[in-house]
């Protein structure tokens, strides 16, 4: 349910309000917009009478809310979250570009993809440290020692950087880490999600490999609903019956969430097609259709990659896409 408060109503006034919400055992959101607060009341509402709520003077309307998730519901926050990332934000008009390999391999690895990428106008690096790999005989990524090269890496070019996680023991590493991922394969697993609901790190949630977007939100839920607000949705392609692309990007959902929740939204081209050479046309599209962020995987030495070379970058080439997402950004704000 959501109550709308009249416009110049108290601090004080909403102060009672929500005491007497929460002594019936119900979660009150506060969101207070440039006009209205909107409180967003989480729990058991059926006890709650709309009429005698509707007739407090400070109250302008009352909504029951079906949808099952509450937190992420733009009906609840209708101003887009924008969530801090060291000196950076993202979402509500702030576009980020993060960039940097699939897997961390080396220091020399890096630092050259790092400074690359930077140079090439990226403002947050990613790699991986702990890898979902198919495979158990692949290369599972270099874990503790890979997010301590990227703490390095931060450090020589002071951008924040982004890793994945896949178990929550291991979340003492992540310490330092500006952005925890939690990768495709992980969007339902809910006893991560709890867990990263109690830490107060921003968390891009990758949209799972045959995930809807209501489940997508349902699992933003549980991290918000643990207390942690700083989420950022990732649509990063869906598995469908084409079989040309690695994955199928599925760009109506850039708009369709956009409606749906206040949260920033962020695209993948990389896995979401698997190939080079249609990062660029796809990363284009994400910046057209709105996205507050697209993430691409960048090698210095793609060829020799460990993880997702066909469908890394090279700097080079990652210098020439964010040229034309840069020129896109300026026509989608006009
Ligand atoms: C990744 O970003 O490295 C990754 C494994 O992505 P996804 O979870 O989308 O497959
Ligand atoms: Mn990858």
């Not at 709520?53 to 887009?80: Q, Y």
């Not at 874990?143 to 990227?150: C, N």
């Amino acid at each position: 349910m959501i109550a709308v408060l009249k416009q110049g109503v108290s601090k004080k006034q909403i102060e009672n309000l929500c005491h007497w919400f929460r002594e019936q055992g119900i979660d009150v959101h506060i969101s207070e917009g440039e006009y209205y607060t909107v409180l967003g009341l989480i729990g058991d509402t059926s006890k709650i009478d709309i009429e005698l709520l509707e007739d407090l003077d400070i109250v302008e309307s009352v909504k029951r809310i079906s949808d099952p998730f509450k937190s992420a519901n733009r009906k609840f926050h209708p101003e887009d979250s924008v969530i801090e990332v060291g000196d950076l934000k993202i979402g509500g008009g702030n576009f980020q570009l993060i960039a940097g390999p699939c897997s961390v391999e080396s220091q020399e690895q890096i630092l050259e993809v790092a400074e690359g990428v930077k140079a090439a106008g990226a403002s947050i690096l990613r790699g991986g440290a702990f890898k979902p790999r198919t495979s158990p005989y692949d290369f599972q990524g270099l874990k503790a020692d890979g997010i301590e090269l990227l703490l390095i890496a931060k450090e020589k070019t002071g951008m924040p950087i982004i890793t994945e996680i896949m178990n929550a023991n291991h979340l003492p590493l992540f310490e330092h880490v500006d952005i925890i991922q939690v990768g495709a394969r992980n969007m339902q697993n809910f006893e991560l999600l709890k867990e990263l609901g109690r830490t107060n790190k921003p968390i891009l949630l990758k949209r799972g490999l045959a995930s809807t977007l209501k489940e997508l939100l349902m699992s933003a839920e549980y991290i918000m609903a643990g207390g942690n607000e700083r989420v950022i949705l990732c649509e990063r392609g869906i598995r469908t019956f084409e079989t040309y692309t690695r994955n199928t990007l599925d760009l109506s959902a850039v708009p369709m969430l956009r409606e749906l929740t206040h949260l920033p939204i962020v695209v993948d081209p990389s896995h979401a097609t698997g190939m080079v050479r249609l990062v660029k046309p796809m990363a284009m599209a994400a910046a057209a259709a709105g996205a507050d962020g697209i993430m691409i995987e960048v090698h210095n030495n793609p060829s020799k990659a460990l993880c997702d070379g066909p469908q890394s970058l090279t700097p080079e080439q990652f210098k020439d896409v964010a040229q034309k997402i840069r020129k896109i950004l300026e026509v989608v704000r006009e």
